[in-house]
């Protein structure tokens, strides 16, 4: 049975991962992402590939709206896109409060809130002219419940991105589109994510697996009226829960 259309922002490594969930139980899917390299990822996955910019408003515009018309109309829209590429001697995560620079704040941390309040508005604007309501999911990692020393920056970032879902799925709720957060408390166990700064070598119980991050969107997406969720929070075995 043909399911609805997927969209998924970022097509490397996690973003590969949801799109060949979704197709494998029938969904319809696309892929948005800016380079070729990751484009031809998310046709090996079996989606849709849509060149667009997910940080700017016009470009990712008027990518959901060439995916939108590829898919025959969309139900679901997740923002999977990645970290931000540290600068050559930079610290992972933007470094400390007291010792980074201005730009190094703008890049780490207002670029991911930026990030958020793109997709949440762009694709709220789609899923609007569709009339049919659908879900928004907005992807934040551990800082959006953690702050080590040294990732401000980022956790900054994650936490505006958590505000941001968490006043539109009130904004929005009554017009049937549920945006949600769903917080993903562990490393990835992804090619890049585990090549990052203190996370090379990590156990599989201190990861959570990308399957299972593409198993709770299907969960949030599947729920009934009468029992929702807008906010999801999954923590690696290892790790202490932190409400």
Do not use: K
């Amino acid at each position: 049975m043909t399911q609805p259309g997927l969209v998924v922002l970022g097509t490397r490594n996690l973003g590969a991962a949801i799109l060949r969930h979704f197709v494998a139980r029938g969904w319809r899917a696309a892929g948005i992402a800016r380079s070729e390299a990751s484009l031809d990822v998310a046709r090996a996955a079996g989606a849709v590939a849509v060149c667009g910019d997910a940080r700017d408003p016009a470009s990712l515009r008027e990518a959901l709206g060439r995916a939108a018309g590829a898919l025959d109309g969309v139900a679901l829209i997740v923002n999977a896109v990645g970290a931000p590429a540290a600068e050559p001697g930079e610290p992972f995560g933007g470094g400390s409060v007291a010792d980074a620079a201005l730009d190094q704040y703008r890049r780490w941390g207002a670029a991911v809130g930026e990030a958020a309040f793109v997709f949440l508005s762009e694709g709220a604007r789609l899923l609007r002219e569709g009339g049919d309501g659908g879900t928004l999911v907005q992807l934040t990692g551990e800082t959006g419940r953690r702050v080590p020393p040294g990732q401000g920056l980022w956790a900054s970032g994650h936490m505006a991105a958590r505000a941001l879902v968490l006043a539109a799925a009130q904004e929005l709720r009554g017009e049937g589109i549920r945006a949600c957060l769903l917080v993903v408390d562990a490393p990835v166990d992804s090619p890049r994510t585990l090549t990052e700064p203190g996370q090379t070598g990590l156990p599989a119980d201190a990861t959570v697996a990308q399957e299972n991050v593409a198993r709770a969107i299907e969960y949030l997406t599947s729920q009934g009226r009468r029992g929702l969720s807008y906010e999801l929070q999954l923590t690696a075995a290892e790790r202490d829960w932190v409400p």
